[in-house]
């Protein structure tokens, strides 16, 4: 673990670090994430598949990278975008289709979890912002970097008069951080051992958390 006094920065994500920031995050929810462990990822395909609508989200404005300035090296980053807005849809390739069948469990519950969010409030492009995904290294637990990029990310969308942050929570301690922390809203939740997907229950292996959860925080 890196020692507290490291210089941490945060900054918009822009085309200077996109593409390590890129690297980065798709690293580290192909080989860490709850969701992407239990459908068991291949880190190529991921990000073949991530690619176009990662450079739409960061055309955005609203996303975060931290970088630990004494080692010159990014620590964390954060993804978000318009909750309306479309992904860019990448080209029809063998490979395209492939991964797009692997992803579709987490495709369709985070469809699943949109669907309890709408109907709860109507939501026009430019009202919401969601945080899609967010990863911090781990050699730099313990530094609320997590919180700051989540903060940073918050008043950058208020700057540009979103009035809500989305997020779909799928580890504890992201839970923790978010609903008793930030104290955002609970919005709704799916149990990962009640979710099908094609007859299959993809997420019967995770046990903590034993749900995904659906966020809010009014700006």
């Known amino acids: 673990?890196?020692?507290?006094?490291?210089?941490?920065?945060?900054?918009?994500?822009?085309?200077?670090?996109?593409?390590?920031?890129?690297?980065f995050?798709?690293?580290?929810?192909?080989?860490?994430s709850t969701l992407h462990r239990a459908i068991n990822i291949e880190i190529d395909l991921y990000r073949d598949y991530l690619k176009a609508g990662y450079q739409q989200a960061i055309d955005q404005g609203l996303s975060i990278v931290a970088v630990d300035e004494s080692e010159q090296e990014i620590c964390g980053v954060l993804i978000a975008k318009d909750?309306?807005?479309?992904?860019?849809?990448?080209?029809?390739?063998t490979t395209q289709v492939l991964q797009a069948k692997k992803l579709l469990p987490i495709t369709k519950l985070s469809q699943k979890l949109d669907e309890i969010y709408f109907a709860q409030r109507q939501i026009n492009l430019g009202?919401?912002?969601?945080?899609?995904?967010?990863?911090?290294?781990?050699?730099?637990?313990?530094?609320?970097?997590?919180?700051d990029m989540r903060l940073k990310a918050h008043s950058?969308?208020?700057?540009?008069?979103?009035?809500?942050?989305?997020g779909q929570l799928s580890s504890p301690r992201t839970q923790e951080i978010i609903l008793s922390e930030l104290g955002h809203?609970?919005?709704?939740?799916i149990v990962f051992s009640e979710f099908t997907c094609d007859g299959r229950?993809?997420?019967?292996?995770?046990?903590?958390?034993?749900?995904?959860?659906?966020?809010?925080?009014r700006l």
């Open 83 to 93: 909750i309306i807005a479309k992904d860019i849809m990448v080209s029809d390739t």
């Open 127 to 147: 009202d919401a912002v969601l945080v899609d995904m967010a990863a911090v290294s781990q050699h730099h637990g313990g530094l609320n970097i997590y919180k």
């Open 1 to 23: 673990m890196v020692q507290n006094l490291a210089k941490i920065t945060f900054k918009q994500i822009d085309n200077s670090i996109a593409e390590d920031a890129f690297l």
């Open 185 to 189: 809203r609970n919005c709704g939740e």
């Open 156 to 166: 950058i969308a208020a700057q540009q008069g979103f009035k809500f942050v989305i």
């Open 25 to 32: 995050v798709s690293e580290v929810f192909a080989t860490r």
């Open 201 to 217: 229950h993809p997420f019967a292996s995770i046990k903590n958390p034993k749900s995904i959860i659906i966020s809010e925080l």
